[in-house]
């Protein structure tokens, strides 16, 4: 007999990563590979992380402490918030995970946008709660249409501010009436993963909001600007009672030696931080004046990606890059003709930039 999983196993998909800068370099057998596909740093991460890696080396054999003490005083001081209003997880994927698994079982409901990050609904449906999906207006979220779908069942409102894939963000007096509305029975969960990157002056401060709303949970992660994408460090911020529910949940030890003490380093590295904003800012300007140039729309962008619309199909466009050794994301649900490009280096984004005027002179040609 077979051994039978839950009935929501069955039917969840397998996370989809897109290709590698390996995997391309094997089949197209290009040398040289820009990956702008995943929104990693393109400089990396701080120095300062790799002096603090090598001092973890001689303690392999030590199991990490599982509250990440030093780390959340760490953060705690640059946040200017209490220790009990931190916690830290495997990337902020994992806070999600254990938000859902705090606060999500059957006959819940949570609220997204549609289009947004999947791990929301990922992880609910995992639960076996149900997700109402309300549709971006704009590319912006409905936080109108938001509201207006919370019932006596919903449990979360998630909103990704910028929001990943289109880049757009919700205004500190949209947030505020958003919030001053929504039931305190209902946790609002604001994934702020590219928070660092913002230049707009209209953009929220959720360590304010926090502290007048016991309902909001703010989520960040170590894997973008930080430039920590392969340690899996993100946190959560909110009032103590939140926190200590979340914690509930957590694996023991759910960040790693190496981790901690790369987050430590880089969270003091506030100066490595303002480097990586600015060379985010002048290439994000790149792309949006190039982009207008070749008379290719753009959403408004806050992160370090922006979301393009081509005269293709995205898919069509994204292999059509690959071929030139440029990887992008494409495949969106609601925007079949766009791609997500990740704001590079300057060298990466004038490659970009090339690849793709050259792909539309030549369509012009065919048509
Ligand atoms: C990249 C990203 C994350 C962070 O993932 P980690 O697990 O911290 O690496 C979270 N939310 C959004 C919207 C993202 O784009």
Same mark, same amino acid.
């Given at each position: 007999?077979?051994?039978?999983?839950?009935?929501?196993?069955?039917?969840?998909?397998?996370?989809?990563?897109?290709?590698?800068?390996?995997? $391309?370099?094997?089949?197209?057998?290009?040398?040289?590979? $820009?990956?702008? *596909?995943?929104?990693?740093?393109?400089?990396?991460?701080?120095? &300062?992380?790799?002096? *603090?890696?090598?001092?973890? @080396?001689?303690?392999?054999?030590?199991?990490?402490?599982? *509250?990440?003490?030093?780390?959340?005083?760490?953060?705690?001081?640059?946040?200017?918030?209490?220790?009990?209003?931190?916690?830290?997880?495997?990337?902020?994927?994992?806070?999600?995970?254990?938000?859902?698994?705090?606060?999500?079982?059957?006959?819940?409901?949570?609220?997204? !946008?549609?289009?947004?990050?999947?791990?929301?609904?990922?992880?609910?449906?995992?639960?076996?709660?149900?997700?109402?999906? $309300?549709?971006?207006?704009?590319?912006?979220?409905?936080?109108?249409?938001?509201?207006? !779908?919370?019932?006596?069942?919903?449990?979360?409102?998630?909103?990704?501010?910028?929001?990943?894939?289109?880049?757009?963000?919700?205004?500190?007096?949209?947030?505020?009436?958003?919030?001053?509305?929504?039931?305190?029975?209902?946790?609002?969960?604001?994934?702020? !993963?590219?928070?660092?990157?913002?230049?707009?002056?209209?953009?929220?401060?959720?360590?304010?909001?926090?502290?007048?709303?016991?309902?909001?949970?703010?989520?960040?992660?170590?894997?973008?600007?930080?430039?920590?994408?392969?340690?899996?460090?993100?946190?959560?911020?909110? &009032?103590?009672?939140?926190?200590?529910?979340?914690?509930?949940?957590?694996?023991?030890?759910?960040?790693?030696?190496?981790?901690? *003490?790369?987050?430590?380093?880089?969270?003091?590295?506030?100066?490595?931080?303002?480097?990586?904003?600015?060379?985010?800012?002048?290439?994000?300007?790149?792309?949006?004046? &190039?982009?207008?140039?070749?008379?290719?729309?753009? @959403?408004?962008?806050?992160?370090?990606?922006?979301?393009?619309?081509?005269?293709?199909?995205?898919?069509?466009?994204?292999? &059509?890059?690959?071929?030139?050794?440029?990887? $992008?994301?494409?495949?969106?649900?609601?925007?079949?003709?766009?791609?997500?490009?990740?704001?590079?280096?300057?060298?990466?984004?004038? !490659?970009?930039?090339?690849?793709?005027?050259?792909?539309?002179?030549?369509?012009?040609?065919?048509?």
């Amino acid at each position: 007999m077979r051994i039978k999983t839950k009935d929501i196993v069955a039917k969840l998909p397998v996370y989809q990563p897109g290709l590698s800068a390996e995997d $391309v370099k094997r089949e197209y057998g290009i040398e040289k590979v $820009v990956k702008l *596909a995943s929104n990693e740093n393109p400089y990396g991460c701080s120095v &300062q992380v790799k002096q *603090a890696l090598e001092a973890e @080396m001689s303690k392999l054999s030590l199991y990490p402490d599982g *509250a990440s003490l030093k780390l959340k005083q760490a953060v705690a001081e640059q946040l200017q918030v209490s220790s009990e209003q931190l916690i830290f997880g495997a990337g902020s994927d994992d806070i999600i995970l254990m938000i859902c698994r705090a606060f999500l079982t059957v006959n819940d409901e949570s609220i997204v !946008a549609d289009q947004t990050f999947p791990q929301y609904k990922h992880n609910a449906d995992i639960e076996g709660a149900r997700t109402i999906e $309300v549709p971006l207006k704009e590319g912006k979220h409905d936080l109108e249409g938001m509201l207006a !779908a919370i019932t006596d069942r919903t449990k979360i409102v998630w909103i990704c501010n910028p929001n990943n894939p289109t880049g757009t963000i919700v205004t500190k007096e949209e947030l505020i009436t958003f919030m001053s509305q929504v039931p305190t029975h209902v946790l609002v969960a604001l994934d702020e !993963a590219y928070c660092e990157y913002v230049t707009d002056a209209s953009y929220p401060n959720s360590l304010e909001l926090i502290a007048k709303y016991p309902n909001l949970v703010a989520l960040r992660t170590f894997s973008k600007i930080h430039g920590l994408a392969s340690l899996r460090l993100g946190y959560g911020i909110g &009032q103590p009672e939140v926190i200590r529910s979340i914690n509930q949940v957590r694996e023991p030890f759910n960040t790693s030696r190496f981790a901690q *003490a790369a987050g430590i380093a880089a969270i003091q590295d506030q100066e490595y931080v303002s480097q990586c904003k600015q060379w985010n800012a002048e290439g994000l300007r790149y792309l949006q004046e &190039q982009c207008e140039r070749l008379e290719l729309r753009t @959403m408004p962008a806050h992160g370090n990606f922006i979301m393009i619309e081509v005269p293709t199909l995205g898919k069509v466009m994204f292999e &059509q890059l690959v071929s030139k050794g440029i990887i $992008v994301r494409a495949g969106f649900r609601h925007y079949p003709n766009a791609i997500r490009v990740t704001v590079g280096s300057r060298e990466q984004n004038e !490659a970009f930039i090339q690849a793709i005027e050259q792909i539309l002179s030549e369509c012009k040609v065919d048509l």
